[in-house]
């Protein structure tokens, strides 16, 4: 994991995911979670750990889709812990993310709903 740039903010953490994803490197972007990370995705479903989140996103990255930059929303810090969110252009509803300072100062995702979308649609 060391080989890839680091989180040192938590809104970093949107910017990598797209620029990996769009590169089709799927280790890398598991390599922005926690190794007991809970991703909610495909939606209805979770993916549970780093390994888990790293092959599902092979899967979804063989297709290569692309993904856009999102304007961060004001992320909430407290202490060790933030909540992170981007209002999405592909019409879900929401993305929101809890991520974690780790002991080096950048920061993983603990938690990722990927998709938010308001109830009766």
């Given at each position: 994991m060391s080989e890839y740039e680091k989180a040192m903010r938590p809104e970093d953490i949107t910017r990598l995911f797209v620029e990996r994803s769009n590169a089709g490197d799927a280790a890398g972007v598991a390599a922005l979670y926690e190794e007991d990370a809970v991703l909610a995705y495909p939606p209805g479903s979770?993916?549970?750990?780093?390994?888990?989140?790293?092959?599902?996103?092979?899967?979804v990255l063989a297709h290569r889709p692309h993904f856009d930059q999102e304007q961060p929303l004001p992320t909430l810090v407290n202490g060790d812990i933030a909540l992170t969110a981007t209002p999405p252009k592909d019409g879900t509803g929401a993305r929101a993310q809890v991520v974690r300072r780790q002991p080096d100062g950048s920061w993983l995702r603990v938690l990722d709903q990927p998709e938010f979308v308001p109830p009766g649609e």
């Open positions: 979770r993916t549970v750990g780093r390994e888990a989140i790293r092959e599902l996103w092979e899967k």
